[in-house]
Each structure stands twice: as C-alpha cells, then as structure tokens.
C-alpha cells in the first residue's frame, strides 16, 4: 500500500507498506498528486500486470535507440548470463537485497 502526505515544502511524500515494512520511495518527491495516484493504482496490479506496464513505460523514454550501446548490452547480458550459468557469479535473494535498500534509505547512505 502506498500512503502519500503533503511535506511542509508543500512536496508529497510517499510510503510503501508492504507487511510491516514501511520505506520512503524519496525518488518520488517530485510526482504530482494525479501521478502518485496513478502510482498507487498500478502497486495495486497483480505482478505480472505491473511489469509489463513498468517495460511499456521505459520503452516509452527511448525515443531513439543507440545501435552501439544495444549491441554492448546485449554482449553484457550474455556475459552475466554465462557468469551465472557456469556458478562464477552468485545471486541473492530479492528479500535481502530490498533490505539492503531499505536500510540504506533509512540511514540516507
């Protein structure tokens, strides 16, 4: 649940609840009233909704596509790829990256 409020600046601030954990989305601060509804509707998507909208909506900011850095991420996933693959790089369960985050929002690291 996203829970927004009006700073003394006159910004909105806005909170994520998920469970008991509460953390400021502070990248936020900017998003108008009608965006932080919008933003609250599209949480409330199940999660396979709220990733195709998330894609559609980064497509919609390359406007013009840079055939060199496509190509150079395109080499870039396949080398994480084969990093995975072969076990030479490790991956971390999203709970404890997110709470890594979330600590270091709190902390304004």
């Not at 954990?21 to 509804?37: F, G, H, Q, W």
Request: with cysteine; glycine share 6%; aromatic share 4%.
């Amino acid at each position: 649940m996203i829970e927004t409020s009006r700073e003394p600046g006159g910004g909105l601030e806005f909170k994520q609840r998920r469970s008991e954990l509460i953390v400021p989305l502070e990248y936020n601060s900017k998003m108008t009233r009608e965006s932080a509804d919008l933003l609250k509707k599209a949480l409330a998507l199940p999660e396979e909704e709220r990733a195709a909208l998330a894609g559609s909506l980064m497509d919609s900011l390359d406007a013009v596509v840079d055939e060199s850095a496509e190509a150079a991420w395109n080499q870039e996933i396949a080398r994480r790829m084969e990093d995975l693959d072969s076990g030479k790089a490790k991956t971390i369960p999203w709970d404890q990256v997110r709470s890594r985050i979330c600590g270091k929002l709190r902390h304004g690291r």
